[in-house]
C-alpha cells in the first residue's frame, strides 16, 4: 500500500529566502511522485512530476523536487520565495507499472512573509 | 482553451435534499475523478470512473452517486445519507487509464449546508 506523508501542515518563510517542504513516501514498489499547488478557492495545479531518469525534476515557477529512494523522499525547493507563492502545496504517490489509485499528502500551506 | 468546468462555484443544500454537482471536460480524457477536500485532511477520492458507463468507489462513496453517460461529463450526486456533506468536492480528469497520468483539476464547488 502506498502512502504520504508531509512534514509540517503549515510553513512560513521570508521573501527571497529557501523553500523547503517535505514529502516522504511509502511505498512497496518503485513509486511515480507528483507535487500539486491549490491557490485559495481553485482546484490543484500540476507543480512537477517524477516518472523515471533524472532524479532531480524541474517545474513551473522555478520549483525543483529531488527524488531519493533512499530516504523515501521527494521534498520541494524553491531558492528564493515569492509572495506569490503563498498557497497550499501536495504531494501525492502512485506505484510504477500498476493501475492503481493516486494517494495525496495532507497538504502544506506555505506562508509568505514581507 | 481546453479544461474542466464545475458548476455552481458554490452550492447550498437543505436537510433532505438531493443535490447535483455538474463536471464538464472537453480534454478528451477518458479517466474522471471526484474528491472531497476537508480543511487539514487533503483529497480524499469518492468515485472514479475509466471510461464512459463505467465507474469505481473511492475511499468515501457512501452518501454519494455518479453517472457516466458521456466521455465528457461525470456529475456528482450528494444524496440526504450523506449526513455531513460540507466540504469543498473537485472534480479532475487525466488522459489514459493509469494512476501515473497526471490529473487536471477543476476549480471546485464549495457545498454548505442551510
Known amino acids: 500500500a502506498q502512502s504520504v506523508t508531509q512534514l509540517g501542515s503549515h510553513v512560513s518563510v521570508s521573501e527571497g529566502a529557501l523553500v523547503l517542504l517535505r514529502c516522504n513516501y511509502s511505498?512497496?514498489?518503485?513509486?511515480?511522485l507528483f507535487w500539486y499547488v491549490q491557490y485559495p478557492n481553485q482546484g490543484l495545479q500540476l507543480l512537477l512530476k517524477y516518472t523515471t531518469g533524472a532524479t532531480l525534476v524541474k517545474g513551473i515557477n522555478g520549483f525543483e523536487a529531488e527524488f531519493k529512494k533512499s530516504e523515501t523522499s521527494f521534498h520541494l525547493t524553491k531558492p528564493s520565495a515569492h509572495m506569490s507563492d503563498a498557497a497550499e502545496y501536495f504531494c501525492?504517490?502512485?506505484?510504477?507499472?500498476?493501475?492503481?489509485?493516486?494517494?495525496f499528502g495532507k497538504g502544506t500551506r506555505l506562508h509568505i512573509l514581507p | 482553451d481546453g479544461g474542466i468546468t464545475q458548476s455552481p462555484k458554490y452550492l447550498f443544500r437543505k436537510e433532505g435534499q438531493n443535490v447535483t454537482l455538474s463536471c464538464e471536460q472537453n480534454l478528451n480524457h477518458d479517466a474522471m475523478y471526484w474528491y472531497r477536500q476537508d480543511p487539514g485532511q487533503g483529497l480524499r477520492l469518492i468515485y472514479y470512473?475509466?471510461?464512459?458507463?463505467?465507474?469505481q468507489k473511492g475511499d468515501i462513496a457512501e452518501g454519494y452517486s455518479v453517472s457516466r453517460e458521456k466521455k465528457e461529463s461525470f456529475p456528482l450526486t450528494v444524496t440526504s445519507a450523506q449526513k455531513n456533506p460540507t466540504a469543498f468536492y473537485l472534480c479532475?480528469?487525466?488522459?489514459?487509464?493509469?494512476?501515473?497520468?497526471?490529473?487536471?483539476f477543476g476549480d471546485g464547488t464549495r457545498l454548505s449546508i442551510l
Open positions: 501525492a504517490v502512485t506505484p510504477m507499472n500498476r493501475d492503481d489509485k493516486i494517494i
Open positions: 479532475a480528469s487525466s488522459s489514459g487509464q493509469g494512476a501515473y497520468q497526471p490529473q487536471h
Open positions: 470512473s475509466q471510461i464512459v458507463n463505467d465507474f
Open positions: 511505498s512497496s514498489v518503485p513509486p511515480y
